[in-house]
Every structure is written in C-alpha cells, then in structure tokens.
C-alpha cells in the first residue's frame, strides 16, 4: 500500500537534516553570525533517526536525502549512512552538501552506502564564493567535486541559486560545465525563508532568465528525464553534451501537484510541507514503531495542497521572515 495523503500524492521521500551547524554563512541561508544553533541534547540522536527512517520504510518511504545544516560537519555521519543504507526497503541514499569535506569523505561515503551526492555551488568566481559563503574557498569545492566522481557519487548534480546582481552573469558558464563534464546543474529559485534574509527582494530572479540566456546563446535545451529521477526538476540537455540542466522553480512554477516528500528538522520534528509551519515532533513517541508510524501518518494527513505562497496567492511576493531558516529545516 503506497503512502498517500489526504490530496491522493504518494509519499516515498524523506529528507532529513542532521545538523543545524555548517563551516559556510551563505548570504541566502544564514545571517553573518550563523543562527541560533539547537543544543546539542536537543539535536536528534542517530538512534533515534534510526528509528524513524524504518518506521517510514515500513510504510513505503524508499529514498532518503541527508542534509543539514552542513551533514559532513556532523561526527560519525559516515556510520549513520551505513545504517541507513542497511534498513531494509531503503533503495535510494543521497545527500546534499556544500562539498568542502568531501575529499575527506567521498571514499567512506560511497563505501558506507551513499549512492549520490548535490553540491552546492553558486559562483565558479573565487572572490565572489568567498562573498557568498562569507567564509569559503572556491578550490575545496571544486576538490568536493572531483573527489564524488571519482568515487562514483553520482549522478553528481550541483544546486545553483540563482541570485540577480550577484550570479547572472555566470548562468553560460554553468550551463557550459555540462558541455564535457558529466554534471548535472540544477538552477534554483531564490526562495523567502527564514527570518535573517533581507536580501530575497533584491535578489529573486525567475528561472525563465536561464532560458532566456540559453536561446541568447544559441544553446537548445533539450527535454530529457534523468536517470534516477529529476525530483521537482525540469531536465534539459544541450545535445552532444555529458550533462545536463535542472530548473527547480519552486516560486515562479510551483511543483506541490507532483510532491512526494516529508522532512524531519534537526530537532526531531516532521515536515510535510517546507513551506509551511506546521511540524509535529517525534520525540514522544521514538520507543514506539507503531505509534511512529502512526505520526508520519497524521503528519501527512495535515499536508497542505500547496504551499504557503501559493496558497496565499503570493509567490515572489510574500514577506520573508515567516518561517525557519533552511538550515534548520534542511534544505
Ligand atoms: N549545507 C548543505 C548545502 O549547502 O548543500 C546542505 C544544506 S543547504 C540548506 C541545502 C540547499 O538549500 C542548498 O543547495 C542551498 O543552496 C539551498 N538553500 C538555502 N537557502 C536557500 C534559499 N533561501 N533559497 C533557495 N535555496 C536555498
Ligand atoms: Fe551552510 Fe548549506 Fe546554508 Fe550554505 S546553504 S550556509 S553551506 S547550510
């Protein structure tokens, strides 16, 4: 019996964020100091996301993303994905990072049993890398980078924020890393999250703009699933090339019809809807399978049709500051 909530979607996705602390301050994500960071007790034990991963297996749920937060900050996160991979009914295991640990990590990673990584990359400028991450090095990623191909993390897809007056200019540049590398760009719409940014206004730009910049350059994108699912991507190829482009519009073009994805925060709340504040915590009932089981399935059944913009008829134009930050949640 699939997973399904009250609106008919079936539910097979979970994405978890272990950790609300990260080595980068990305402008869209968090403030110059970083957030408020959860205590330490009150982060969810590994255990305890154990248990919810195979309460959720239980009921269909067969793809799991880690996140954060940055994961690969977290200690022993190589052991939780070995016991992640190991829970029976779990068929896909990814994970998203900004990529600078992974040359440490990529090997233990991909033998521990993580099938894929998305790293995040909104410049291929180094000073302007250091401007976006307020603290980061361009280099390591793109050692990130190389260290998941060669360990076979892949498909590799690199997230890309697009952000007006900060990375437009480089959209060619990203759509020509697919020419000759086997890299899967997805573009992503600035989003209104959490209460430190002040920069969404300013910097919001619709994902027509890559289309606009690829016919500009006589480039075709061509329709084209991705092996392994796109998500809420849409996935283009340039012809002849060894990638391929993602447009993930979650403000211009909604995708909450296709929505197939629960999240659990750091702290141990489910998610049904990022967009949306209600969560409901699984502390109080993490000894008990059914009663967890029982919550996933009450969580799903308050799951929103759409999300709070859409609902509010207010896409690109609602107020920032009415939600927890990405880091938190687990973008
Ligand atoms: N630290 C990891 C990383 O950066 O990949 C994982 C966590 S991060 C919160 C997950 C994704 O959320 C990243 O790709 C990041 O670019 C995206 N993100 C964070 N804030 C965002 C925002 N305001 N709008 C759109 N995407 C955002
Ligand atoms: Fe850290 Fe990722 Fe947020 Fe950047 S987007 S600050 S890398 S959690």
């Known amino acids: 019996m699939p997973l399904l909530d009250t609106h008919g979607r079936k539910h097979d996705y979970l994405r978890i964020s272990v950790t609300d602390r990260c080595n980068l301050r990305c402008v869209y994500c968090m403030g110059e100091d970083g957030i408020d960071q959860i205590a330490h007790q009150d982060i969810l034990s590994y255990e305890e996301i154990i248990r919810v991963v195979s309460a959720g297996a239980e009921l269909g749920i067969s793809k799991i993303r880690i996140t954060g937060g940055e994961p690969l900050v977290r200690k022993g996160i190589v052991d939780l994905i070995k016991q992640v991979a190991a829970i029976p009914g779990i068929k896909d295991l990814a994970m998203t990072t900004n990529g600078i640990l992974l040359p440490r990590f990529a090997a233990d990673l991909k033998k521990a049993g993580l099938n894929r990584v998305n790293i995040s990359l909104d410049t291929l400028k180094a000073e302007k890398f250091e401007s976006i991450t307020r603290c980061g090095r361009l280099q390591d990623v793109l050692d990130g980078i190389e260290a998941a191909l060669e360990h076979g993390l892949q498909p590799v897809k690199l997230n890309t924020v697009l952000m007006k007056g900060i990375n437009e200019q480089e959209v060619l540049d990203f759509l020509k890393l697919t ?39 006589g480039l075709s994108l061509t329709p084209e699933p991705l092996p392994g699912g796109a998500g809420p991507a849409e996935n283009y190829t340039i012809p002849n090339s060894r990638g391929s482009i993602g447009l993930i519009h979650p403000i211009s073009k909604h995708f909450c019809d296709t929505c197939n994805r629960l999240r659990l925060t750091a702290e141990g709340n489910l998610k049904a809807c990022l967009y949306w504040q209600d969560e409901k915590p699984v502390r109080p009932v993490i000894d008990d399978q059914e009663a967890l089981k029982n919550l996933i399935k009450e969580v799903l059944t308050g799951k929103p049709v759409e999300h709070q913009m859409a609902a509010d008829g207010a896409c690109g134009s609602v107020q920032p500051g009415t939600m927890r930050g990405m880091s938190k949640t687990g973008g």
Not at 196 to 217: F, I, M, Q, S, W
Request: glycine share 6%.
């Open 179 to 217: 020419l000759d590398k086997p890299i899967h760009v997805r573009f992503i719409e600035y989003m209104p999250i959490g209460d430190h940014d002040k920069g969404y206004r300013d910097h919001y730009l619709p994902l027509t703009y890559v289309e606009e910049v690829a016919a500009n350059a």
